[in-house]
């Protein structure tokens, strides 16, 4: 065609994932490691996996299930809403992972040229999923400067616009700030969207990343819809199973999901929401038993981090996320994200894709210790040079 003309304005005005350049960069680094990607380095139960094995060759798993999700695996995850998180009052659409959960959300609750809310740092794919579903007029809210906490102040004066926000969205613990949102001030939030008729979006993708004696607790409501994924709890990336709860109080709902359900995946995969299944069979106490060993990569990457300061590091409360403000002479993030890969051969996320230049999101799930070791030693080499000469190339 020669032009982008022809090219849909939302798709051009969405902007390029960050995670696409950044594995381009990994790849293209001969000898890399990645800091980057929000990955753990654990497989699925092996229990689990061998019983997928016996249903490979069963016809049912290559054909279509529900939109939905199979019977089974809805009745348990039911149970643990209700035993886990509380929530009494939600009903259960399976995805193919979490952010298509974010992307059928919003395309059912948005229309084109509706306002939402997000908190800085925000989680990129989120912010790309308003774009390009035409929600154009993103506000993004600021966080305390000290803990990162969505400011609830700030929530509130913004949501007294009129018409206020269709939706606002946090992420709990967070990606990519690594803070845990405590509980009354997610109340608070909650009860500001329900004052003000704003729908609130909560993400637990990471319920069972939490450290130093926090415990992950949800909030529910007829304006309430939390994600929640299988992909980090149980190594189950590249199966791609994550799920809504919706509010079963509210008239329609599933309705429009499947509207938009049925034109993406139609169902998730059927072998993979065994899998969900059998893992669920295998239990919590397995992933809480991979996630205690993340406190000791989240403390060799602080200890390479402490030469930036007192303040400079925050997050590691949950999720697999640290987030590291840059000296004020380092406004490029991109840039220095290039040169430690190219020079320390040590890939990290720029703030930048998150909203917050001056910044990276540093990933500590995605490696055993002894290799977490090797890569915070890079950085640290890296960092110790960047504020001693600067950004040198050999």
């Excluded at 500001?192 to 909560?202: F, Q």
């Excluded at 981090?305 to 007192?310: I, M, Q």
């Excluded at 220095?336 to 910044?359: M, N, Q, T």
Aim: proline fraction near 6%; charged fraction near 25%; glycine fraction near 8%.
């Amino acid at each position: 065609m020669g032009s982008y003309g022809k090219l849909a304005r939302r798709a051009l005005e969405t902007e390029s994932p960050v995670m696409v350049q950044i594995q381009e960069l990994y790849r293209a680094t001969k000898d890399a490691v990645s800091l980057a990607q929000g990955v753990v380095y654990w497989q699925p139960p092996k229990q689990a996996l061998n019983k997928v094995k016996e249903l490979v060759c069963e016809p049912s798993i290559s054909r279509y299930g529900a939109d939905e999700g199979i019977p089974e695996l809805r009745d348990a995850l039911m149970k643990k809403l209700q035993t886990e998180n509380q929530l009494n009052k939600s009903k259960i659409m399976v995805t193919a992972g979490a952010n298509q959960a974010f992307v059928n959300l919003v395309l059912a609750l948005c229309d084109a040229g509706d306002s939402v809310v997000m908190f800085a740092p925000y989680y990129f794919n989120a912010y790309m999923s308003f774009q390009m579903t035409g929600v154009s007029n993103i506000l993004v809210g600021p966080g305390d400067p000290k803990t990162l906490y969505p400011d609830a102040d700030w929530l509130e004066q913004t949501l007294k616009t009129n018409p206020p926000p269709k939706v606002v969205t946090v992420v709990n613990p967070g990606n990519p700030s690594g803070t845990y949102v405590p509980e009354p001030l997610l109340k608070r939030i909650s009860d500001l969207c329900r004052e003000a008729g704003s729908w609130l979006i909560v993400d637990n993708t990471y319920e069972y990343f939490m450290y130093d004696g926090r415990k992950h607790s949800c909030v529910e409501g007829d304006h309430i819809v939390n994600l929640f994924s299988f992909s980090k709890a149980f190594g189950m990336m590249g199966w791609r199973v994550g799920y809504i709860a919706y509010p079963a109080g509210v008239d329609g709902f599933l309705d429009q999901l499947l509207k938009v359900q049925d034109n993406i995946p139609i169902c998730a995969s059927i072998i993979s929401q065994h899998l969900a299944l059998y893992s669920m069979d295998v239990g919590t106490d397995w992933v809480k038993d991979q996630v205690k060993d993340l406190v000791k990569n989240r403390d060799l990457i602080k200890e390479a981090l402490s030469l930036l300061g007192e303040g400079a590091v925050k997050g590691g409360e949950g999720a697999i996320y640290l987030w590291v403000k840059l000296p004020d002479q380092f406004k490029d993030d991109f840039a220095i994200v290039r040169w430690l890969a190219r020079r320390h051969k040590v890939v990290l996320i720029p703030g930048s894709a998150c909203g917050c230049p001056g910044h990276f999101r540093i990933s500590f799930g995605g490696m055993p210790e002894a290799e977490t070791a090797v890569a915070a030693e890079r950085l640290r080499k890296g960092l110790e040079e960047l504020l001693k000469d600067g950004m040198m190339e050999e």
